[in-house]
């Protein structure tokens, strides 16, 4: 009895520093109100602020510039960014869609990966209707899959493409060269044209450097190969176009789990998970010579809290074993509650318009969608110079028209994220080799419900 | 507040006790009425209102839930029992039961020694009595977060102190957080930071209401320290045991806070589950896979868990140092 007294007056703290807490932001939406009325009636007295909420490592969006920029220029709408998380699909996007479904929480513009866009789509009525608040004349800035991506199933535009994905690979120029490999980015493409090259390439990295494993994990390049053979089936991965989970009868996730099983079986691995606190301090200590890097990849390996300074000119960008790919990207959208709509769709306009996408390339590296930034002078003669000056305009830019948009089913981020668990699962060894594939099919079906 | 106790008396008041004389309301009788009557309940009721509203109410609306299927897009089926069937067939959930009480066990035995012989130690004389007995609450009032941050960082595979430390003994690193049962140990130790000092000093509190003319008594017979310690403190200490035993049961079965921080805030608990709690598992069913009823319906099971648990621990903790 003594223990449910106790227990109920921790209840009864807890209960009323709720309700504290309730009057505290019942009020503060109250002056979000008042914010609003009055910004109405006596135009920017007051500035509106814009929330943008978004996730990822390192430099994530890349925005930093951009907003610092928009802030100087615009004293009534003035932009905030809250990087939640670098966690999509464990975090921030089960932290969006309960806000959106219950009303209240969820910034002015929020950002939303590939692998959130199919739920996004089936639940029109969590986004305001950008086609009204004037964007749809934005059509010609996009290739046609980043447009009709951001476009409900019954006609309602919400969103509006950021980066792609592209595909290069990271390498630590340094040690290649230490263990009597070349260092040139040309050569070192040319050392692996194909993923069985890029073992081998591995295997002699490993005979002259012991300490520091060749790739991360089995996560990051499971992902790489997932999307060059997904290409080459049909555009499809976990889903099939008709929402329904294709996992065991897909090839393209097959052989991508064999790759990863392979990497982890001949001991080339660091077994790091990508995105844990030991992946960013493995980066930072060394503990890997090669990264899966899509564009926006670069700006989480240059990050202060992965690569960051001390890894300056270490890095350097390679072309992909196996051709291209078009790993990630994402959508900027205006949530229905945002108090705001209005300046909220002409900060999503301007953060996805050219400038603020050559700019964020500038910063961080993540390749815009947007057509005329990808044209931009700026963008195709861009040099990198976190990794060495590497010519990524040139690498990103040229192959990202012709990328390849990957169909994404509705839940598509929950069978991704039970996917990656298990084969970061076999390679840290808690799952055994034989069991893997079929506990990736079971998890996957239990998944995808 | 307020309200509710005004809404309350006017179904009682026109029906006044036969031994009072005055049949109508005069104010007096009501002020007296409302002081001794009315003013206690009026006292305690925050609390029972707060606990409707945010105890009971939530109980019964999970308990409602358990038995639909209730996804995110707000459908509601009927599905009976389904969801507990479902439950009991679930390798996950099972997984998740056998690593709470796993890591339960682990934390709670020593814990409870532990706090016991600190308390014991508490209990002599000795300078600077009250600071050393503050001192062991403190890590109580560090957040869990940090808590776990740092642990988390002792614990690293690659670069954490504790796999330094074991390197001087020729030991093979121990990676922690993927391994089952070393996964529980770290987990184990957080807790048992947190809350040794805590319980121990609870313990301190039931050993000075120990009358002293016991020990002496049994030192005249010639009983040793520790003789004393088993025969009389620990016997006497039931009541009090019997209370940090049921509290540490209930904490501990509803473990979620230091596991989940211990992997990046994912309620998976590791990249095979191998610690996830079965808390954890409701969270990750409830807001990853957003199946509402499947999470009702694993909370209510928990909550079995919970009442099954203590009711063992009770037992136990009665016969320690039984009356023969």
Redesign the interface.
Known sequence: M??NS???RM??I???S??ALSVVTACSSDDGEDNASDSASTAASEPVTIVVQTFGGGKNFGYKEAIDKWNAEHPDIQIKNDNL?D?FE??YW?QL??WL?SGTGAGDVVGIDEGGMGLAKA?PEWWADLGELGLSGRKADFPDWKWENGVTADGKLFGLGTDVGGMSLCYRKDLFEKAGLPGDRDEVGKLWPTWDDFVKVGHRFQEKIKDTKFVDGTNTLYNVVLVQEGAKNGNVTYFGKGNKLIVDSNPAVKASYDFAEKISKEGLTA?L?N????WF??MK?G?FATLGCPSWMLGVVSGDNAGGPEGKGKWDVAAVPGGGGNWGGSWLAVPKQSKHPKEAAQVLDYLTGKDAQVSVFDYAGNMPSNTQAQQDPAVQGAKNEYFNDAPVGDIFAKSAASLQPIFLGVKHA?VK?AVE??V??ID????AYADGWKRLVDDAV??A? | MSLHVDAGQPTRAPVPPDRRHVRRNSPRSFRTWLDLKAAPYLLVS??YL??L???LFPLGFTLYYAFFTY???GTVEWTGVGNFTGLLSDS?FWKAVVNTLGMFAIATVPQMLLALLLADALNKRFKGQLFVRMGVLLPLVTSVVAVAVVF?QLY????GLINWVLSWFGADPV?W????IPSWLAIATMIDWRWTGYNAIIFLAGMQTIPRDLYEAASIDGASRRRQFWQITVPMLRPTM??VV??ST?GGLTLFAEPTTF??????G???S?FQTVSMFIFEQG?????YGYASAAAWLLFLLILIG?LINFLLVRRIGGNK
């Open positions: 003594t223990g106790r227990r109920g209840l009864a807890a209960a009323a709720a309700l998380t966690q464990q975090v089960p869609i309960q479904q639940h077994k998970r995105f844990t606190e030991e301090t493995g200590k503990q929950q994220n668990s298990v970061s699962a840290d060894g808690s799952v239990k998944a419900g | 925050p609390y707060l606990f509203l945010f105890g996804d995110l897009t996950a988390t690293g595979r690659d670069w990676s957080k993927t391994e089952r019997i209370f049921l509290n209930i992997y990046n805030g994912n309620v998976h590791g990249t095979d191998q807001f990853r896979e957003f199946d203590s």
